[in-house]
């Protein structure tokens, strides 16, 4: 059912092509379900950028080829057709519609290329070759906005490796992070997406093995408190690194924003960031379209815990400026 031909490399006879491409790297910086995504969109949505596209994932070995031998078109048509015949209308954990277009996480092809879903030592050249590659076939004059929610916080190795990279961090109430995780993964259990069984290798694999499917489908129900302390302490752990690193950065490196704020003053927020990156559009969008809100539900076990919840992140909370008229 795969979209491409992994094993046959087109690319390759073209890579000198790339080898002297620069890019200018903007990170939006989140953990999982913290609205990363929906910022990814918007401000994709305003042509200032290049960005990484489920294309991009899936046509890798070829984006080079394609784009010399003037098949994109062709190829993203393709894409297209085969999205509608195998794939439902949207990720299933969110309303995103799935086209070749839409705006993915470089994460998957660090991990179909290397294993590891971030930036290290041994995924590195596999995401510089990956930005060229985009850059070359995209606009040259554009900085290339990238996300992944498992590089949150790793931006003191980023800043390291790429000196002129900024950093966009979303910030959302960690309850809604947590709930919002916790459904995402029990409904990408629940019933397999093909979409996600594509872009993650490990995913696929929990799918063709019945034992591990029905362990982790216990592990993440209510049944068992495991997987909801485990998500509490994960969030917890990387939301401290990111208070201890985010001093190494100068101020002109980054921005914060809130999710919360992001929902309710759309049109304003993108406009702290678009004069933060020192960015001039011409759009005449107004952001808040984008915005569909949506009633959610909270586990049971999460307000069971939510005091130990708030306890537990109380420094990431203040740093946030969250009120606890906000997260109650």
Known sequence: ??????????????????????????????????????LYKILSATSSFN????????????????????????????????????????????????????????????????????????????????????QFISDNDKSILLKNPWDFSNFVYIKKVFPNAKFIFIHRNPIKTLNSQLKAMRALLKQKSPYMALLSPQYNQVFQNKIMLYYYRFLYSSITPIRSITAIRNLAKVTECFLEDISSLNEDDYICIRYEDLCRETDLEIGKILDFLKIKTESKLHYSDFIKPRKTTELKELKIMKKFILKRMKDYLSYCEYTLKVLL
């Open 1 to 38: 059912m795969a979209p491409f031909k992994p094993n046959i490399e087109l690319d390759k006879k073209y890579l000198d092509e790339i080898e002297n491409v620069t890019f200018n790297p903007i990170f939006i910086m989140g953990v999982q379900r913290s609205g990363t995504s929906i």
């Open 51 to 134: 960005i990484v596209t489920a294309y991009h994932i899936f046509k890798y070995s070829e984006l080079l080829h394609n784009h010399i031998n003037n098949l994109e078109n062709k190829a993203k048509n393709n894409l297209a057709d085969f999205f509608k015949i195998h794939f439902s209308t949207d990720r299933v954990i969110d309303r995103m519609q799935i086209t070749p277009d839409f705006a993915e996480e470089y994460g998957f092809i660090l991990g179909q290329k290397a294993s590891q879903p971030k930036i290290t030592p041994k995924t590195l050249g596999v995401f510089i070759e990956l930005c060229k590659k985009i």
